[in-house]
């Protein structure tokens, strides 16, 4: 599911930067566990896990960890102490980075914002990011605390975008997962700089993966 490539383009875009190759879309409750209220940092990591099994040479066997999994890689690391294990404690970029080092030798990027205002300032590295490896980013803040991917970015004459695909989508009995469906309500979408949060210090994991480790062409 490349849930990103149905979201419209800007208007009166000059340059968009993408994430390349297939993916699974994790999200809220997606694999029967209620994680709603704490666990999008780990769904977007899930999401990015999905990415490089699907794209890095060598990976296509490694399954994506449950959030269970993900808490007893980062306490086996030492980096949680034990009882994270089992608990509601939610993670960020940093943790995102530990975890993709430990399993696929891919280490972490992270950049760091004080504020939304500061966005702009690191905007040509994430285009610089995707450009080069197509890789999602996972993006985290303080006061704004939900985790979201970062896939793709585009500008206008005047204006600058990230590609958001948000995992605080619940299904539930009456509603259905067809990606349509979800970019029509809004769970991937562009985002002007603007509607960032200028109260929250911003974290961004740009995972190091080299372009000759892609299967992509």
Not at 116 to 140: A, I, N, S, W, Y
Not at 163 to 171: G, R, T
Not at 178 to 185: M, P
């Amino acid at each position: 599911m490349s849930l990103h490539l149905l979201v419209p383009p800007v208007r009166g875009v000059q340059e968009t930067s993408l994430v390349r190759g297939h993916y699974e879309y994790w999200h809220y409750v997606c694999d029967g566990v209620d994680d709603r209220g704490w666990g999008c940092g780990y769904r977007t990591l899930q999401t990015v896990i999905s990415w490089i099994v699907n794209n890095k040479k060598g990976s296509s066997e490694e399954p994506v960890p449950s959030i269970a999994e993900i808490q007893d890689i980062l306490v086996r690391m030492e980096d949680k102490p034990g009882g994270f294990s089992g608990s509601r404690e939610w993670i960020g970029s940093v943790e995102v980075a530990l975890v993709l080092d430990q399993l696929f030798d891919v280490p972490g990027r992270i950049v760091h914002t004080r504020s939304g205002r500061e966005l702009e300032e690191v905007f040509d590295k994430l285009k610089t990011h995707f450009d080069q490896t197509g890789c999602p980013v996972m993006m985290g803040g303080d006061l704004d605390a939900s985790s979201k991917g970062v896939f793709g970015t585009c500008q206008t004459s005047s204006e600058k975008y990230f590609l958001i695909v948000d995992p605080h989508f619940v299904k539930t009995d009456a509603c259905e997962t067809d990606s349509a469906d979800l970019v029509e309500a809004g769970w991937a979408k562009w985002v002007n700089l603007d509607g960032f949060s200028g109260s929250s210090f911003y974290n961004l994991c740009l995972p190091q993966i080299k372009s000759d480790a892609l299967n992509q062409e």
